[in-house]
């Protein structure tokens, strides 16, 4: 619980996204506006060739496949513009207030004392983003805030006990 102690960590961690999301942001706003106009196109292209079918100047076998690799084109564009409109929108990501981070701590705590193993499991899974084992004596835990992966909040070596923080590593 040492790590979300450290509201410094939460503030830091935010600020860094906010660097690197503002950092990126012309960038995810030009790509945007070309995935945009990419839908925009295929979907004009798509109704052109239904037009023409229902016309009768294009059969089936000549506009199908072509309108199943437009189809693909769009799900794909629109799946990527809703990667970049949250990128987007992660640059206005907040820390979480004391109180947010006190009612965190008391959950985790009484999930962690009280909890069945499978529940306890699941919960560590979901607090511990990734661990780093840097040499036989350091191993650097790396968490996120419940309720999304971002951000991520490294417990420092002076922040968190080595005994019962992690694995106890023995000769």
Request: proline share 6%; hydrophobic share 45%; aromatic share 4%.
């Amino acid at each position: 619980l040492r790590p979300y102690e450290r509201t410094d960590l939460f503030d830091k961690a935010v600020a860094a996204a906010k660097r690197r999301a503002r950092s990126e942001r012309a960038n995810h706003e030009q790509e945007l506006a070309v995935v945009d106009a990419g839908i925009e196109k295929a979907e004009d292209a798509i109704e052109r060739y239904l037009t023409a079918f229902e016309a009768g100047t294009l059969s089936e076998s000549q506009c199908g496949k072509r309108l199943e690799g437009l189809a693909a084109k769009v799900r794909d564009l629109r799946a990527r513009r809703e990667e970049l409109v949250a990128a987007l929108e992660h640059a206005s990501a907040s820390a979480p207030d004391p109180g947010e981070i006190a009612a965190m701590r008391r959950h985790i705590a009484n999930a962690l004392t009280t909890g069945a193993v499978p529940a306890r499991k699941a919960l560590l899974q979901a607090l511990v983003h990734e661990i780093r084992v840097e040499s036989r004596d350091r191993v650097v835990p790396w968490f996120r805030v419940p309720g999304g992966a971002e951000p991520k909040v490294r417990a420092l070596a002076r922040s968190a006990p080595p005994a019962g923080a992690g694995p106890v590593l023995r000769r």
